[in-house]
DNA sequence: CTATTTGTTTATCC
DNA sequence: AGGATAAACAAATA
């Protein structure tokens, strides 16, 4: 589920456990999302006693700082969530790490749960930035992200279809399914639209209609999880008979770059 | 029972 | 080489 404002959504939910030692950590090391943590238990170890600093998004990832250097690396996969509880919380069996933090009485009790387990938890204690955490390439909201740096990334893929272009974490850091479907929408491009295919002008709508989806998407669900406007494609794109904001034509669905996409005929029609 | 899912990685094929 | 495709991971939901 997470993309990179749902991810920014759950960042905000661990803040209120800043600055308050660990009194206990609950984890299941035999978890699979552990699979990338050598040995789980050292997080509960290093982490007694420790306090929160500091929580990060970049993308889909998230990275939370922990007094002595130690750095935490989460990623939701499909159905992680970061969420808050109330002191002596009783951890439900998909919670996978779970922190008491002092004092036990009265502090939030930050839980970790992920069903599906297609999640990652990332572990680094140092002085440095995470190796995982290290030349993180900019994200579509970012000052970084300018237009000629765009532009490049399209020129140096050419026959990449557009969806799948969208998707890649390397190039496009945040964005996911319904984003990706956003974007097309908003450029008026067909998904399987190849790079190469693209006008310098729809190029350019391009860029400006990724930068504005990851922001609105901030805005509207990375900080509150707002519904979405009836404008925008999202709440068409799943529902049944769902019809095209802008025309009212049915949408389409199949299957581009192994997602099902969700697009108006009428309205993205293929640029070759 | 079936098919679906807002993610990523790996193997395999073309 | 680079991209498509399918499988795998695992559980809930319809």
Same mark, same amino acid.
């Given at each position: 589920?997470?993309?990179?404002a749902?991810?920014?959504?759950?960042?905000?939910?661990?803040?209120p456990?800043l600055?308050?030692?660990?009194?206990k950590v609950?984890?299941?090391?035999?978890a699979?999302v552990f699979r990338?943590v050598?040995?789980?238990?050292?997080i509960?170890?290093?982490?007694?006693g420790?306090?929160l600093r500091?929580?990060?998004?970049?993308?889909?990832?998230?990275?939370?700082?922990?007094?002595?250097?130690?750095q935490?690396?989460?990623?939701l996969?499909?159905t992680?969530?970061l969420?808050?509880?109330?002191p002596?919380y009783?951890?439900d069996?998909h919670?996978?790490l779970?922190?008491f933090l002092?004092?036990?009485?009265?502090?939030?009790?930050?839980?970790?749960t992920?069903?599906?387990m297609?999640?990652?938890l990332?572990?680094?204690?140092?002085?440095?930035p995470?190796?995982w &955490? +290290?030349d993180? $390439?900019?994200?579509p909201?970012?000052?970084?992200?300018? !237009?000629?740096?765009f532009?490049?990334?399209l020129?140096?893929?050419?026959?990449?279809?557009?969806?799948a272009?969208?998707l890649?974490q390397?190039?496009?850091?945040?964005?996911?399914?319904?984003?990706?479907?956003?974007?097309?929408?908003?450029?008026?491009?067909?998904?399987a639209?190849?790079l190469?295919?693209?006008?310098?002008?729809?190029?350019?709508?391009?860029?400006r209609?990724?930068?504005?989806?990851?922001?609105?998407?901030l805005?509207v669900?990375g900080?509150? &999880? +707002?519904p979405? $406007?009836?404008s925008?494609?999202?709440?068409h794109?799943? !529902?049944?008979g769902g019809?095209?904001?802008?025309?009212?034509?049915a949408?389409?669905?199949?299957?581009?770059?192994?997602?099902?996409?969700?697009?108006?005929?009428?309205?993205?029609?293929p640029?070759?």
């Amino acid at each position: 589920m997470p993309e990179l404002a749902e991810v920014e959504f759950y960042r905000k939910r661990w803040l209120p456990g800043l600055r308050q030692p660990v009194a206990k950590v609950a984890l299941n090391p035999q978890a699979r999302v552990f699979r990338e943590v050598p040995r789980p238990q050292d997080i509960a170890h290093a982490l007694r006693g420790e306090c929160l600093r500091a929580a990060d998004a970049h993308g889909k990832q998230l990275r939370f700082c922990f007094s002595g250097h130690h750095q935490l690396g989460v990623h939701l996969g499909m159905t992680g969530r970061l969420h808050l509880q109330k002191p002596g919380y009783v951890p439900d069996r998909h919670d996978h790490l779970v922190f008491f933090l002092e004092p036990t009485s009265s502090a939030p009790v930050l839980v970790f749960t992920d069903p599906r387990m297609f999640g990652r938890l990332r572990w680094f204690s140092g002085p440095d930035p995470a190796p995982w &955490w +290290s030349d993180l $390439p900019p994200q579509p909201m970012d000052r970084k992200f300018t !237009r000629p740096y765009f532009l490049a990334l399209l020129q140096s893929h050419p026959r990449t279809p557009l969806k799948a272009f969208l998707l890649n974490q390397d190039r496009c850091p945040g964005i996911g399914n319904w984003m990706a479907d956003e974007i097309c929408f908003r450029a008026r491009l067909h998904p399987a639209d190849r790079l190469q295919s693209l006008s310098p002008a729809q190029q350019r709508e391009l860029w400006r209609r990724t930068r504005q989806v990851a922001r609105d998407a901030l805005r509207v669900i990375g900080t509150d &999880w +707002s519904p979405p $406007p009836e404008s925008w494609l999202f709440p068409h794109r799943w !529902r049944d008979g769902g019809c095209c904001p802008r025309d009212g034509t049915a949408l389409i669905r199949e299957s581009i770059a192994g997602r099902t996409t969700a697009f108006c005929p009428v309205c993205q029609i293929p640029a070759t």
